[in-house]
């Protein structure tokens, strides 16, 4: 009896045990399955990349590698943007990748004062630097000679920053004072202006009881001092039985880009019949997830175009001149890669 009794209490036993065995080894399969526990990524943008990491601990994630991009405001070690999104859902052990900010990047501006306009662009185009707005006033010096510069030779600016240039126009444009065109017909305001060398815009208005066909505004007023080539404006109620007097001409510059570019710098410029440039539309390199999302392969960059007789439209990537288009008469925009080729 005793010996049934032992026998039986052994049986038992080693049945405990293989139950035990059993439940830990399937805790253990389900665990190297599962990969581990569930934790949700925190918000580590705007912080110090030291913060980022000991905050990436203790929810039980890590760090993974920083990618570091110059940032115009966000201070030099502070995370910009992250890889899971914050509020992903993820294993503990998870990687989250930071994008870093290097900071501005101030470099110092160079001495463009007293050079031709075309060195001066070179010496910018050249360099980390893009041209900015350029515009012209009379000065006594060689016409498209640089007599100021912003920042001025020796200031801060940032990485890839645009400089700004005021240029010569030279003594030789006639100057005379603007006559009182208000209330003349367009015949009769193009034989009043012709002296003068201006150019001649109309602005088209609907008043109800306006005179059609007559200037009914003008800017500059009279009595304005203006020099030729100088843009004079006015307002008109047209018939449609008389034509505009150079009027505007309005396009729309649509360029595909065939690669992602949410990360690049992109600035279009545009270059008037006076050879006038400014800059017209900028885009700094982002990483958010919405630009991810936008800035794509097969996207465009679309620009709406307002201009007086021919236009050039030039765009940059990375201060590197992309494509440019040509606009005359209010025909569709024409590539200057096509414009280029010989008729056949």
């Keep these: ?14 049945v405990v045990f293989l139950l035990v065995m059993a439940g830990a080894g399937y805790y253990v399969f389900m665990e190297a399955l599962s990969g581990g526990q569930y934790v949700t990524v925190p918000n580590i943008t705007n912080l110090p990349i030291t913060e980022a990491s000991l905050l990436l601990t203790e929810k039980g994630l890590d760090l993974g590698r920083q990618e570091q991009v110059p940032h115009p405001s966000i201070p030099k070690y502070y995370v910009i943007a992250q890889r899971p999104e914050a509020g992903r859902v993820v294993r503990m052990g998870r990687k989250v990748y930071p994008t870093v900010s290097m900071g501005t990047q101030f470099l110092s501006t160079p001495n463009l004062m007293n050079k031709p306009l075309n060195d001066a662009r070179q010496e910018i185009n050249e360099s980390r630097f893009r041209v900015g707005t350029v515009a012209r006033i009379p000065h006594k010096t060689p016409r ?4 100021s510069q912003d920042p001025p030779p020796g200031g801060n600016i940032p990485n890839e920053g645009a400089i700004s240039l005021l240029v010569s126009a030279g003594t030789d444009r006639r100057s005379a004072f603007m006559p009182d065109i208000r209330g003349k017909s367009m015949q009769d305001i193009s034989g009043v202006l012709a002296p003068y060398g201006v150019v001649l815009i109309p602005n088209v208005v609907d008043i109800p009881g306006a005179i059609e066909d007559v200037a009914l505004n003008q800017d500059p007023p009279p009595d304005t001092l203006i020099y030729e080539g100088q843009v004079v404006t006015y307002d008109v109620k047209p018939s449609g039985a008389v034509a505009l007097l150079d009027a505007r001409q309005q396009a729309e510059v649509r360029h595909v880009l065939d690669y992602d570019w949410y990360d690049k710098d992109v600035r279009v410029e545009v270059i008037d019949r006076g050879g006038n440039r400014k800059v017209v539309w900028t885009k700094p390199p982002v990483f958010d997830e919405q630009s991810r999302m936008t800035y794509v392969a097969g996207s465009a960059i679309r620009i709406p175009i307002t201009y007086l007789d021919e236009l050039t439209v030039e765009i940059y990537i990375n201060n590197t001149l992309l494509e440019s288009y040509f606009l005359s008469g209010g025909q569709p925009p024409v590539k200057g890669s096509e414009r280029a080729k010989p008729a056949v």
């Design 144 to 147: 498209d000679t640089v007599i």
């Design 1 to 14: 009896m005793r010996f049934v009794a032992w026998s039986i209490q052994w049986s038992v036993a080693l």
